[in-house]
Nanobody, 126 residues
Framework: VQLQASGGGLVQAGGSLRLSCAAS????????MGWFRQAPGKEREFVAA????????LYADPVKGRFTISRDNAKNAVYLQMNSLKPEDTAVYYC????????????????????WGQGTQVTVSS
């Protein structure tokens, strides 16, 4: 199983970025997938997650209303559309997949996820 995150970059505050995560090794249409981020000197934190069929999503409070997670199971991919970016969104963003079938409320915990991508840097300038 491999996850490849991409789409990060440098953007001004108020701008937008779309992160992509391509999964390979098997299909993940029944598996929850999530995005986490880690800023320098801070612990990794939950950003957003989606259930296997995309019907249920979960967001961290700081990104609600600005970020949207989606997935395309035909392409084995998950996306994170980030709008109205703020300097505090600066971090390395990681995608992850849960190989089990966790309950909805557990999608926010990093321990739920079994495989992680390498991360993509997002830098928001003020």
């Amino acid at each position: 199983v491999q996850l490849q995150a991409s789409g990060g970059g440098l953007v001004q505050a108020g701008g937008s970025l779309r992160l992509s995560c391509a999964a390979s090794g098997r299909t993940f249409s029944t598996n929850a997938m999530g995005w986490f981020r880690q800023a320098p000197g801070k612990e990794r934190e939950f950003v957003a997650a989606t259930s296997g069929n995309g019907a249920r999503t979960l967001y961290a409070d700081p990104v609600k209303g600005r970020f949207t997670i989606s997935r395309d199971n035909a392409k084995n991919a998950v996306y994170l559309q980030m709008n109205s970016l703020k300097p505090e969104d600066t971090a390395v963003y990681y995608c992850a997949v849960d190989m089990g079938h966790t309950i909805y409320s557990a999608m926010r915990y990093s321990s739920t996820y079994d495989y992680w991508g390498q991360g993509t840097q997002v830098t928001v300038s003020s």
